[in-house]
């Protein structure tokens, strides 16, 4: 209890200038001392029967009398987890859901390792989506110091694994090990933290580490380790690794170098649970492509620091997308069955490294799966171990830029060899799109990307913009297919192709380049005019502005330009 009355105890302090009567204290310093302590045990028991006493008008369904109770209690400077829990658990009884978990929000920053404030969040997802539900318990169940709290948690988890549709998995963690011997005792114990004992198996494949971490591992009880003869790269290992877990669960592929802060990994369950069409997802870190936090912290503990502040409930915590960085990624079991290839989850062909993330994310849309970044689960990463750089003969630790160059670009014609496309031009986001938005627009707005390739970003629009509308043209049927499972996209030619949508519906029409190599600019012109609607934006490229006919054209059709964004130039449509 004394976690939640800190503010208390400036109550109860004793003022000993008047305890001082005749220039001779009225009492001793031990009895000073031990009114001190009779007085603290009397205002947190006080308490404590307030607490429980509004936890039973809250159980009894006396939500006005309960409220008005925890309103006097706030206005005597009462503060403290309990009191968070009260006002989140009352919320959640009247209905008001995104309230609570706001209340929760704040409490879980301060204390994120509070039992009862995820037992809260669970209620709040129990007529939702029961497996996220039973994640919020399991979690509650990690942090619970009471055995009477615990057996009410199992029994209450015990009750929603006999519901219908229940598939909350066991998770192996699988690890690729090389060097960083240090690193590797914080991965590891970081897994150990975050996740509840008995639920979970680590399995580490080693590629003849030479800093002793081998040693360390041979230690350790609960890690299944597979010592490599050679450093076969970061592919086969995971694949040795995959082979060895047991496949009825999740499969977590981290990285020797990553470290997982607290409710990092709980957060991205909960993104993989939400719903069937989800098969991965990928922490937001200091050092992942695509995926970098900003500001971006520089050390381990700055990451953790920063954590406390972006692992907690959000309204909108996911982004789609079409390729995740292989550092961190949580499989689903189903997905990783449906995509694994004769037992592997990787393709060799990428060994020692590079593009092999990429082939997984791809072959994971291909097989009708979802990919999600996960912007409320934070991860350190190191980056740029795991391998000797471009090269995996034993002879050869360490290899120059030019060598990792050549690796990476061997991996990349390798990956377009396979899939007949060049993801590194698909995968980029440009951020300058979401920039380029009036942001204090309430109203849900449309948008309409043209040449928008697998729909990276239109996927990142639809993450900053929730309420937002997102559609896109591209001409290459692979990336369409691909880029189907994140975003709205159509397969065809954006100057011939017969826009399905309403005339004058969209907001914004990001057409950049597709303007510039239009064969006829006026038709073209005319029909980006005639889906725009009175007062919307066309952006195309700053490039533009030199060549006159589009200008004169633009100016023809109502346009007026109204800005600059990098890159980008805004026309407003009359």
Not at 36 to 63: C, D, F, P, T
Not at 73 to 89: F, M, N, R, T, Y
Request: proline share 3%; with cysteine; hydrophobic share 35%.
């Amino acid at each position: 209890k004394l976690r939640g009355f800190r503010a208390l105890t400036e109550e109860i302090c004793i003022d000993r200038e008047g305890m001082v009567e005749g220039g001779k204290e009225s009492c001793t310093c031990h009895e000073r001392e031990k009114d001190e302590q009779e007085s603290l045990s009397l205002v947190i028991e006080g308490e404590g029967r307030m607490v429980e006493e509004i936890a039973k008008m809250i159980a009894e369904g006396r939500g006005q009398e309960a409220a008005q109770a925890i309103t006097r209690a706030k206005q005597e400077g009462k503060v403290g987890s309990d009191w968070i829990v009260l006002e989140a658990e009352l919320a959640v009884t009247e209905g008001r859901i995104e309230e609570a978990r706001r209340l929760l929000a704040e409490g879980l920053e301060q204390d994120p390792e509070h039992s009862e404030f995820f037992v809260v969040l669970g209620e709040t997802y129990s007529f939702e989506n029961s497996n996220l539900a039973y994640l919020c318990f399991e979690q509650a169940l990690l942090y619970c110091q009471k055995e009477e709290d615990e057996e009410m948690i199992c029994a209450v988890m015990e009750e929603m694994r006999k519901r219908c549709g229940f598939r909350v998995r066991e998770t192996s963690f699988l690890i690729v090990s090389y060097n960083d011997r240090e690193l590797m005792k914080e991965c590891v114990s970081a897994i150990r933290k975050s996740v509840r004992r008995g639920t979970y198996e680590i399995v580490v494949v080693d590629n003849r580490s030479t800093d002793g971490v081998q040693k360390w591992l041979r230690d350790q009880l609960d890690i299944r380790l597979i010592e490599n003869g050679r450093n076969v790269g970061y592919p086969t290992g995971m694949n040795i690794a995959y082979r060895a877990c047991r496949k009825e669960n999740d499969i977590f592929m981290l990285n020797n170098d990553a470290v997982l802060t607290p409710n990092a990994y709980f957060w991205l369950r909960m993104a993989l649970y939400a719903g069937r069409e989800v098969g991965a997802v990928g922490p937001m870190s200091n050092e992942a492509s695509g995926q970098t936090i900003s500001p971006v912290p520089g050390t381990m503990e700055e990451t953790f620091l920063l954590a406390k502040g972006i692992n907690l409930p959000s309204e909108n915590p996911c982004e789609e997308a079409l390729s995740l960085t292989g550092f961190a990624v949580l499989i689903g079991a189903e997905a990783a069955k449906s995509v694994s290839m004769e037992k592997d989850i990787m393709d060799d062909r990428y060994s020692p490294a590079y593009f092999e993330d990429d082939d997984l994310s791809v072959r994971i849309l291909y097989a009708g799966y979802r990919n999600r970044i996960v912007h409320n689960a934070l991860v350190y990463h190191k980056g740029g171990s795991g391998f000797p750089e471009g090269n995996v003969k034993e002879e050869e630790e360490k290899v120059p830029a030019q060598a990792k160059m050549e690796l990476l670009q061997k991996s990349r014609k390798q990956f377009v060899d396979k899939w007949g496309f060049d993801i590194w031009v698909y995968k980029g986001v440009w951020t300058d799109f979401a920039d380029v938005i009036d942001k204090e627009q309430n109203a849900p707005i449309r948008i309409l990307e043209l040449d928008c390739g697998m729909g990276a970003n239109l996927c990142y629009l639809q993450y900053r913009f929730p309420e937002s509308v997102c559609a896109g043209i591209d001409r290459s049927p692979l990336a369409v297919g691909l880029g189907r499972r994140a975003a709205d996209l159509r397969y065809g030619d954006c100057e011939t192709f017969a826009f399905p949508w309403r005339k004058h519906s969209f907001d914004y029409i990001f057409a950049v380049d597709a303007l510039g190599r239009a064969a006829d600019k006026a038709s073209f012109t005319g029909k980006l005019a005639n889906y725009l609607k009175e007062g919307g934006f066309l952006v195309i490229h700053s490039d533009l502005l030199q060549d006159e006919t589009i200008q004169n054209l633009l100016g023809k059709e109502g346009f007026v330009r109204t800005g600059k964004v990098g890159d980008l130039c805004n026309y407003r449509y009359r």
